[in-house]
């Protein structure tokens, strides 16, 4: 099972940017299409941007045109670029595969505050 570790999170003001980090345990290329969730407290899970094998990206209407979402094969890295950052940005943030899900990390936190 491969494990997923978010870093990256914190605490800004409105207008900051973050990047989000996440590695995997093993290659990515086998995980197909990765993507960035999100969850805010009382929400459920939503994914928020997508990116597959070939850098072919996706967004959530809620980030289009402020988050960007790369991936680096060679280092089983996936990225989340977050620029103009709004408190209802404000969620713990999970990656893991859209394809072949795998168990849930613990997440980063991202706290925006106006």
């Known amino acids: 099972q491969v494990q997923l570790v978010e870093s990256g999170g914190g605490s800004v003001q409105a207008g900051a940017s973050l990047r989000l980090s996440c590695v995997a345990s093993?290659?990515?290329?086998?995980?197909?299409?990765m993507g960035w969730y999100r969850q805010a407290p009382g929400e459920q899970r939503d994914l928020v941007a997508r990116?597959?094998?070939?850098?072919?990206?996706n967004y959530a209407d809620s980030v289009k045109g402020r988050f960007t979402i790369f991936r680096d094969n060679a280092k089983n890295m996936v990225y989340l670029q977050m620029n103009s950052l709004k408190p209802e940005d404000t969620a713990v943030y999970y990656c893991n595969s859209v394809d072949y899900p795998a168990g849930w990390g613990k997440g980063t936190l991202v706290t925006v505050s106006s």
């Open positions: 990116v597959t094998v070939t850098g072919r990206t």
């Open positions: 093993r290659s990515i290329g086998s995980l197909a299409t």
